[in-house]
């Protein structure tokens, strides 16, 4: 039967073309065309917006964690106003650091006790992360805008470039001590110590079996101040690596 229709339009078709003054169609186009015709043209699937979406959202954290934090320089700097001040907290309370920092107090505080109001294994040092996250939320607020407010001192970090190696890195470590008021001139980081003091006394009066006094609060200050140093090092280097490695 497609041998029979398929001559007739072959024959039918030229004939009307030529007496219209149109060039003459294909006739498997014809037949492609045709309703009840199961042999149609392909067309393309229609893409998925919701993969689509997730895929650009995948691009922009591989992205995002390649260019790591936007520090600014040291020529570039300007006092804080208290908005930007809360806004800082604002964005450092599910900022990596933040959960860095939570891990890494909790593998130290299960190494240092055996607290016995923690469970065993993978649940106790789950319950040792929310326990210094919560600790490190408290450190944030303290750190990054109550502290700042009231003693008047910012509460970021300036890469300093123009420095040579070895001074950059002991300018970067000492950023954890030494920081600038709203007036630019430098003074003692007392938002960073007085605010890891601060959070560690209040968690020692709502976490069960924390050993309370001077002692722990001051394992927490050093402890904090040797991964805030570790963390100032990636801030100062990383944008040099970076456009080494990647070209960006």
């Known amino acids: 039967m497609r041998i029979v229709l398929t001559m007739i339009v072959a024959v039918v078709s030229p004939l009307l073309a030529a007496a219209q003054g149109t060039p003459p169609p294909d006739p498997e186009q014809l037949l492609q065309r045709e309703p009840g015709n199961k042999q149609s043209v392909p067309q393309t699937a229609p893409s998925n917006p919701t993969m689509e979406r997730l895929k650009k959202m995948g691009k922009q954290q591989i992205n995002r964690a390649i260019m790591g934090p936007q520090t600014p320089d040291l020529k570039n700097w300007r006092p804080l106003t208290r908005k930007e001040k809360f806004h800082s907290f604002v964005v450092h309370t599910y900022a990596p650091q933040t959960f860095i920092s939570a891990g890494l107090d909790a593998i130290r505080a299960k190494t ?13 040092y789950g319950q040792h992360f929310a326990v210094e996250l ?15 407010t009231v003693l008047k001192q910012d509460p970021r970090y300036f890469r300093n470039p123009d420095l040579p190696f070895l001074k950059r890195t002991l300018y970067s470590v000492s950023r954890v001590v030494i920081t600038r008021s709203d007036s630019g001139k430098q003074t003692f980081n007392a938002s960073q110590v007085l605010g890891a003091a601060a959070s560690q006394a209040i968690s020692d009066i709502y976490v069960p079996g924390h050993q309370q ?30 456009r080494k490695i990647f070209h960006r």
């Open 112 to 124: 240092l006790s055996d607290n016995a109001a923690y469970e065993r294994g993978f649940t106790g």
């Open 134 to 148: 919560a600790t490190n939320e408290t450190d944030v607020f303290f750190q990054r805008f109550l502290l700042p």
């Open 213 to 242: 006094g001077l002692w722990p609060i001051g394992r927490r200050i050093a402890f904090d101040l040797a991964i805030d140093s570790g963390f100032n090092l990636f801030y100062e280097f990383w944008p040099d690596l970076r």
